[in-house]
């Protein structure tokens, strides 16, 4: 309980969380509800036209913040980028424990419902339903990576893509990374189940795609060395995955200067080496 106490205050507290707006009050953006949970209405936030002759690749943003509080404002403008390079950009909310109660399986459930509307709405969208990418920060990291991993949680619905910014990705032990050990363990009320079934790094197989991590090397919120864990992971399942570790740089890295730029860089050549946008 200490560790996650830790987690959450760090991230209620820093300013790359805590500065974006809830609800998101972008203007540029399309709004369309993906799920109504009791009196809460899911939203998500679509950035690029639709191209009546061509259907675009898409890319499914979910914000940081513990999976208590955060704004999915956090990835507008990687989403504004991605929209200017001709991809429809999403930007997802998803229930918190500060505003809804919710343990971590109910974001994980919402994540996929998420995933799995915007596949089904893809035709009206101008979206390929088969160049869908999820990516997150953090905590969104983790949902992202869940549903390119686990089965179940009410879609098996699969993104093409994974980009995920400081996952939180190994939330159990496995070879050569102690959860445990490093204070990311996460007690099972608070996760609303073991913390191996909600651990992507656990569920890697045949279905998991290509992925991108970008992380800080002196994360101490989500240690570089899980990351490390969940690489290994995907490469003996012989699935593709490219970790690139940012010398120096803490949690949160990737909103700031100078890692903004550097990691939307690397996330764009991440895509035009899919063939998904042109260099």
């Given at each position: 309980m200490k560790s996650l106490l830790r987690l959450v205050l760090y991230l209620l507290a820093s300013p790359l969380f805590a500065q974006f707006p809830y609800p998101p009050t972008s203007t540029d953006a399309r709004v369309e509800t993906y799920r109504t949970i009791d009196a809460t209405e899911l939203k998500l936030w679509i950035f690029g036209e639709r191209d009546p002759n061509t259907q675009k690749p898409a890319i499914v943003f979910f914000f940081g913040g513990g999976w208590s509080s955060g704004s999915p404002a956090q990835f507008e403008r990687q989403a504004r980028h991605f929209a200017a390079r001709g991809m429809i950009a999403i930007t997802a909310d998803y229930r918190v424990r500060s505003r809804q109660g919710v343990r971590v399986v109910d974001c994980v459930n919402d994540a996929k419902a998420a995933l799995a509307w915007v596949r089904e709405h893809a035709q009206r969208l101008g979206i390929d339903p088969n160049k869908i990418a999820a990516s997150g920060g953090s905590a969104g990291g983790h949902l992202a990576a869940c549903t390119g991993t686990l089965d179940g949680y009410g879609s098996n619905e699969r993104p093409n893509a994974l980009i995920l910014f400081n996952p939180a990705a190994t939330l159990a032990p496995i070879a050569g990374w102690d959860a445990q050990a490093s204070g990311l363990a996460l007690s099972p009320e608070r996760l609303g189940a073991p913390a191996q079934a909600l651990s992507p790094a656990h569920h890697i197989g045949p279905h998991t795609p290509p992925t991108l991590i970008l992380h800080?090397?002196?994360?101490?919120?989500?240690?570089?060395?899980?990351?490390?864990?969940?690489?290994?992971?995907?490469?003996?399942?012989?699935?593709?995955?490219t970790l690139v570790g940012y010398e120096g740089a803490v949690h949160g890295f990737f909103n700031g200067n100078p890692h903004f730029a550097?990691?939307?860089?690397?996330?764009?050549?991440?895509l035009v080496a899919l063939g998904w946008i042109t260099p």
């Open positions: 800080g090397t002196k994360d101490t919120t989500v240690p570089y060395e899980s990351v490390v864990a969940f690489e290994r992971a995907m490469k003996q399942a012989g699935r593709p995955c550097t990691t939307l860089a690397e996330a764009d050549r991440f």
